[in-house]
């Protein structure tokens, strides 16, 4: 498996708390990903990053916020969780192969507001 | 804009029988990637497979192939001596073909396939 990390895996939280969620990867890859999963459904990209410094938002809006610092880690954070927000996070990582990037995924944060 | 539709929510399969998993997909590009990842039950989303568009023969990986059907936009997956292991959730994504440094090479996916494999 890649080496890409989250934590934590489950997290349950009260309405108006504010969260961070934490990827970190130790491959050195410069690309670095979001996506949101709900039950049933597909993933959509919520945030992405090209490099330190540099940070983008997906195609499906979110109230979250990502930072880049630091090539190995890429954070997300709410800064007051809804039910809403609840859902499956996926931290991905990327290195270019072959005109295409292949994607590394973390296991997950499953995130339950209340 | 791209799409990818998987049509079968939940499959199920005996152990060492094959099984096809399907996609289709719509895109206006010309040139593009196509991806099937597997995602078991509480653990990583992995690559199974991909296909680059512009090469006709199916991609193989051990006991998975798929069938690229270009024209059609279609893009099944086979999974041949099904396990018990290969139960997980199956996605198929594009990613559009860019140069180095271009597009953000994001991957459209669709709403997945889960696949049980019975003993």
């Known amino acids: 498996e890649a080496d890409i990390y989250q934590t934590p895996r489950y997290l349950v939280i009260g309405t108006g708390k504010k969260i961070t969620l934490e990827c970190s990867q130790t491959m050195g890859h410069d690309k670095m990903y979001w996506y949101q999963q709900d039950p049933g459904m597909e993933l959509h990209l919520i945030h992405y990053s090209y490099g330190v410094n540099s940070t983008e938002k997906g195609d499906l809006s979110s109230e979250s916020t990502v930072s880049r610092i630091r090539t190995e880690h890429f954070p997300l954070t709410l800064e007051s969780a809804r039910p809403s927000h609840t859902s499956q996070y996926l931290c991905?990582?990327?290195?270019?192969?072959?005109?295409?990037?292949?994607?590394?995924f973390g296991p997950g944060t499953r995130l339950t507001v209340l | 804009a791209q799409t990818v539709t998987q049509s079968q929510p939940e499959m199920s399969v005996q152990e060492a029988e094959t099984v096809t998993l399907s996609c289709t997909y719509d895109t206006s590009e010309n040139n593009y990637y196509l991806f099937w990842y597997k995602q078991p039950p509480s653990r990583q989303m992995i690559l199974v497979i991909r296909q680059e568009a512009y090469k006709q023969q199916n991609a193989t990986e051990n006991r998975f192939s798929v069938n690229f059907q270009k024209a059609a936009k279609s893009f099944s997956l086979k999974i041949s001596d099904s396990q018990l292991g290969d139960t997980a959730m199956y996605f198929c994504?594009?990613?559009?073909?860019?140069?180095?440094?271009?597009?953000?090479?994001?991957?459209?996916f669709g709403t997945g396939t889960l696949l049980a494999v019975q003993p």
């Open positions: 991905a990582s990327s290195i270019w192969t072959d005109f295409y990037n292949e994607q590394f």
């Open positions: 994504a594009f990613m559009k073909h860019a140069a180095y440094g271009g597009a953000t090479n994001k991957l459209i």
